[in-house]
């Protein structure tokens, strides 16, 4: 008799055990949902571009430092103010550099510029492809591509 | 390090909490026949781990993902009910005077497991070590496998151990993880030239080789140890991780399809020239044309699964042991997926998929969201290597593909994948709280 009640009992408390998993499952499930429509709204709200120029370092703070900078698919860069992003710093040339987005690829390319324009440290001669993270360095202004 | 407070991670882990000492209870009702919830210390050391986990994320203040300690944390609960039902002398430790069963070695591993995740997750505030020392990373893997070729034994004709005084390490483990740190890296670096600088014939693009070279040789060499110590799963494993990084860095399909066709004149080529290889898959092709000898697991675990048909034989009643032996030999690594399929039926194995695929879905979308092409790799390969473990591990237990021995994350027993698998959430999480704070597009995650 004791043994009926006990293994009716398991079988409440197993069918409880699974219910519970399966409760867990739909709270991840509900989670994730909300999760992906705030991710779809951010995404409306500030990623719908092709990528950023986050400013790390800029002394005469024009581009002001810690700003992004949301990016087209051309981009000039230089001391004249009819460049796309205008940067005042006296070692930056008038025209310095260009950064385009060609295919699927970030690539920047110097132009002409007196001071050079740097990627990750290294000066480039050429046009250069670069990746999401690569940091930028036009005269003492350093920025980094973001997605 | 400001308090954040991981509200969503809290009202997932609580309901897990509270299944887990569930489960033991019902395992030791259904073993005893009594109304006795049993011993205690599993319960409170599993709730205590991951609620201290919990809370020193939150202490720290870390911003990354919410899910995925739930997701590891499920998957690991429902092992280690599993685990605490079978034989507790299948394996176990005695140092230090302190005998500890099987469960409870376990237990210990998910410790020194979340120790490094929440080391890992806070301590890694800038990738830097991992990106810019990749050739001093795959220097550490190709001395972990030949300290594996030179100093390992081997258990069951794969030779993967080696041992250190109190434990013995799989450095297959730790290699998974410093292998995908390696190939994210390269590939971050040249995944702009490996893309415009391809050459074309007809519609198939061939891979610019010069710049391939260093990662195909160092990829190469691995292979080709690995297989050397007969360790197939892991070789499966590394190559279908290292497609997958390759098909994102590039969005090339032709190179996927120029690695899938290698690998089947590879595996071609393998079953031809090794007598394992041909074992494993006629053992998969026909199991019954030999049921008592190499036949023997897979019939076995077919039959645990035919038991446990939708609803399951409930936990503590299976047939885990006929006789004097285990119903299926290595049901705690290997086949730990037929275990629980067995005890709580079709719907608790889809809980414990449902549990793998959440967890993949967040690896992808922290992917998705990484602030750079390294992170997003990193975690594209990491999320790959452990989705990938799972499916392989699963689809041998249930006869879809040839059974290769690796463990199921996180379920199985086994302290070197308990603390890779670990190690490897850390590096996830790192990757999300960076892409949650360095931004200043306000993106929480929660």
């Known amino acids: 008799m004791t043994g009926d009640i006990l293994r009716i009992l398991l079988l409440i408390l197993q069918l409880g055990f699974v219910a519970l998993l399966y409760v867990i499952l739909l709270r991840f499930a509900g989670t994730l949902l909300r999760d992906l429509r705030s991710a779809e709204q951010v995404q409306l709200a500030s990623r719908s571009g092709i990528g950023r120029l986050s400013v790390l370092e800029s002394p005469e703070n024009e581009p002001p430092a810690d700003t992004t900078i949301a990016l087209g ?38 132009q002409g510029s007196t001071n050079g324009t740097y990627v990750n440290g290294h000066r480039i001669d050429r046009p250069v492809a670069l990746s999401f993270g690569d940091e930028l360095m036009v005269g003492r202004v350093r920025m980094r591509l973001d997605r | 390090m400001r308090i954040t407070w991981r509200g969503a991670e809290l009202r997932l882990l609580l309901p897990i909490l509270a299944a887990v000492p569930l489960g033991f209870a019902i395992t030791n009702i259904a073993l005893t026949n009594t109304l006795d919830p049993g011993p205690l210390q599993l319960a409170i050391g599993f709730v ?32 280690l009910i599993m685990l605490n039902r079978l034989p507790q002398d299948l394996a176990g430790t005695s140092a230090f005077g302190i005998q500890l069963g099987m469960a409870e070695t376990q237990l210990l591993w998910f410790a020194v497991g979340l120790v490094i995740m929440v080391g890992v997750a806070v301590g890694l505030r800038d990738d830097g070590v991992l990106r810019h020392y990749k050739y001093s990373w795959a220097a550490i893997g190709i001395g972990l496998l030949a300290a594996t070729l030179l100093l390992g034994y081997e258990v069951n004709g794969a030779r993967l151990w080696i041992d250190l005084g109190p434990v013995s390490v799989q ?92 690998f089947i004149a590879g595996a071609f080529v393998a079953y031809r020239l090794f007598g394992h290889v041909q074992d494993r898959v006629d053992v998969w092709w026909d199991p019954f044309a030999d049921p008592l000898g190499r036949g023997f697991q897979p019939v076995r675990a077919l039959y645990a699964l035919g038991r446990g048909g939708l609803f399951g034989e409930g936990l503590g009643q299976g047939l885990v042991t006929l006789g004097t032996g285990l119903t299926i030999p290595y049901v705690h690594t290997d086949f730990i997926f037929t275990a629980i399929a067995e005890e709580l039926g079709l719907l608790g194995a889809f809980a414990l998929l449902g549990f793998a695929v959440v967890f993949v879905f967040r690896g992808l979308r922290i992917a998705a969201l990484a602030r750079d092409d390294f992170g997003a790799l990193l975690a594209v390969g990491l999320t790959a290597s452990l989705g990938l473990q799972t499916l392989i591990i699963i689809g041998g237990n249930t006869k879809l593909i040839p059974l290769t021995g690796i463990t199921l994350p996180f379920v199985s027993y086994g302290g070197s994948s308990v603390v890779a698998s670990f190690a490897m959430i850390g590096l996830l999480l790192s990757i999300s709280h960076r892409s949650a704070t360095g931004s200043d597009t306000g993106q929480t995650s929660s």
């Open chain 1, 73 to 110: 698919p051309i981009n000039s860069i230089g001391r004249n103010v009819n460049n796309t992003i205008y940067v005042e710093d006296d070692f930056v040339s008038t025209n310095h550099a260009m950064l385009t987005f060609r295919g699927r690829s970030w690539f920047v390319e110097d």
């Open chain 2, 48 to 79: 205590a781990l991951f609620g201290a986990a919990h809370v020193a994320l939150v202490f720290f203040g870390h911003r990354g993902d919410q899910l995925i300690l739930p997701a590891a944390g499920a998957m690991g609960g429902l092992g």
């Open chain 2, 171 to 262: 450095p297959g483990e730790p290699l998974k993880i410093v292998l995908v740190i390696f190939i994210a890296a390269y590939l971050a670096e040249t995944r702009t030239l490996l893309t415009s600088a391809s050459v074309r014939i007809g519609p198939v693009h061939i891979p610019p080789l010069p710049y391939f070279l260093p990662m195909l040789v160092l990829f190469g060499a691995v292979m080709l140890i690995v297989v050397r110590l007969n360790d197939l799963g892991t070789a499966l494993l590394f190559f279908g991780t290292f497609l997958t990084m390759l098909f994102v860095a590039t969005g090339r399909r032709s190179y996927v399809l120029i690695g899938l066709l290698l």
